[in-house]
């Protein structure tokens, strides 16, 4: 168990950025209870300060798992999500935008064109999945216009976004395969969100997950 | 020598000889067992010494030895062949290399020049260069000798007339195309010799860069270079390096395309990493916002010259000089 490099860090938080966009700083700085990223075995994991330090005794070759699981790195170092951070990234797409720089929002105000795009980061991305098509999502396919229920507005193309059952059950999440405006054109058997993961991983690849 | 003096300070030859043990002075009482090297006027004396005289009077025994040794090489000079001239004798010193002393060259062994591009394909092919031109050749037209280069050289092609041709195009001046078409050539071959000097310079340095001035300034920079140079060798092997053995004192080997591992460290102050953590995420924010800054700058400047660019051109173009 060890910290995550600068280079680590980087592309790890690039990748969460992508579904949480700025709440990411309130996983890192958590008002409840300190916690920290630690990598074991290529795996990242999500702890509290006070498991890491129990787990601190314990030699890396006999460190099975603890906390959450994030995902791992790859032997190229790029960053695999993996489905059991669904939890945390579920969570902070819910909460409103709190963390906005006083500049950001200012150049927002006075130069919106220029200005816009930036804050893709900032925000975040939901799709609803209609309940017929929710089977078919935890099976691993991507998800077709058919099955899109709802989705934020304004999402752009490729864009990290968390799915939901109708009734607000996080069910997996996925890369938006076309934007808002070009989903309402779309005829129904179109793919609307690519699959990366769903909750289904917690019995298809129970053994490798945590 | 000798160094008795009288009390005049002057030194009298009798004085000498008298108290030499021959009263020639010139013949010494011992074997010659010297490897002379005449050329050099020099001579060496590899007989070990004799210790209880070296012990008894230090001094003493060194300058004898050495007087008798000075004195045999001068004997043996002067039973060198003679020349006279005008002002006086000259021996004629032998001129064979087995007795010349080896001596280290001075400078280092000229390496052979490198090839160009042209000269390895031309030994390649077997393609001998002419022999040289020249300097002067017999102009036809001006029935006068004229040199074979520069602008007013002989048999000099002087377009006055083009013939037009098919594929000439309609608005174009062949005068104009054939001097750009000059224009390329020299500057083709310039990058040829640009290239060719890029190649042999980096053969000449075995690699280590392009620097080529070895003055004080880039001292720095060929010691690096050199390091580079040879830490790649290092790893040059079929195993990259994996089984060399370490040679006494050397440092790590060196790895190739592995990047230090930073931001490991203290792992209990969760304070400090979640701080660091912020600050890698303001990074990551704030890039965003700024290089559309600059973006947004760059667009508009490069529009407004563009729009200048189009202004200061779109008068009507001049008349082309025929």
Redesign the interface.
């Known amino acids: 168990m060890r910290k995550l490099t600068d280079e680590e860090t980087k592309v790890f938080f690039e990748k969460i950025i992508k579904y949480v966009g700025k709440n990411i700083t309130l996983m890192v700085e958590r008002k409840d209870e300190p916690h920290c990223f630690r990598v074991q075995k290529n795996k990242v994991y999500y702890i509290s300060e006070d498991i890491m330090r129990k787990a601190q005794n314990i030699p890396r070759d006999s460190l099975a798992s603890l906390g959450t699981c994030f995902g791992k790195f790859t032997k190229s170092g790029k960053f695999k999500l993996q489905i059991t951070c669904l939890e945390y990234l579920a969570q902070y797409a819910k909460v409103p935008i709190i963390f906005i720089s006083i500049l950001s929002t200012l150049l927002l105000i006075y130069d919106n064109i220029v200005y816009t795009n930036q804050f893709n980061s900032s925000k975040q991305y939901k799709v609803w999945v209609k309940p017929q098509s929710e089977m078919s999502w935890m099976y691993g396919n991507n998800l077709l216009k058919a099955g899109l229920g709802r989705i934020t507005e304004d999402t752009p193309q490729n864009q990290g976004v968390v799915l939901y059952s109708m009734n607000d059950i996080p069910i997996g999440f996925g890369v938006t395969a076309k934007s808002t405006g070009e989903c309402r054109k779309l005829d129904p058997t179109a793919l609307v969100v690519y699959h990366i993961c769903d909750v289904g991983e917690y019995l298809r690849d129970e053994d490798t997950l945590f | 020598m000798s160094t008795s003096t009288t009390s005049t300070g002057v030194v009298n030859a009798s004085d000498i000889l008298e108290n030499s043990r021959y009263s020639s002075g010139h013949l010494v009482d011992k074997d010659d067992t010297l490897k002379y090297d005449l050329k050099n006027l020099t001579a060496y004396d590899y007989s070990s010494i004799n210790k209880v005289e070296f012990k008894e009077n230090e001094e003493e025994y060194l300058k004898n030895l050495s007087r008798d040794n000075v004195q045999l090489l001068v004997t043996k000079l002067f039973s060198l062949p003679i020349k006279a001239i005008e002002e006086g004798a000259l021996a004629l010193l032998p001129n064979d290399f087995a007795s010349l002393t080896p001596t280290p060259r001075e400078k280092e062994l000229p390496s052979a020049k490198s090839h160009t591009r042209w000269e390895a394909f031309a030994a390649l092919k077997g393609i001998k260069k002419k022999g040289k031109k020249a300097r002067m050749e017999w102009d036809e037209h001006y029935q006068e000798y004229r040199q074979s280069y520069g602008a007013n050289r002989a048999n000099k092609h002087e377009d006055y007339i083009m013939e037009a041709k098919e594929s000439d195009k309609v608005g174009e001046d062949p005068f104009s195309k054939a001097e750009e078409e000059k224009r390329e050539k020299v500057n083709k071959q310039k990058k040829r010799e640009n290239r060719n000097l890029e190649e042999s310079s980096m053969r000449s340095n075995a690699g280590i860069g392009k620097v080529k001035d070895f003055g004080k300034d880039n001292r720095s920079q060929l010691k690096s270079d050199i390091g580079n140079t040879f830490n790649v060798a290092k790893v040059s092997t079929a195993s990259m390096g994996k089984f060399d053995r370490l040679m006494k004192d050397e440092a790590v080997k060196p790895q190739r395309n592995v990047?230090k591992?930073?931001?490991?460290?203290d792992?209990?102050n969760?304070?400090n990493?979640?701080k660091s953590?912020?600050k890698?995420?303001d990074r990551?924010?704030n890039k965003?916002?700024n290089i559309?800054?600059d973006?947004?700058t760059n667009q508009f400047i490069a529009q407004e010259q563009k729009a200048n660019y189009n202004k200061k051109f779109d008068r009507p173009q001049k008349r082309q000089k025929k």
């Open positions: 990047k591992q930073r931001g490991l460290g792992d209990s969760i304070a990493e979640n953590n912020m890698v995420l990551i924010f965003e916002s559309n800054v973006k947004a």
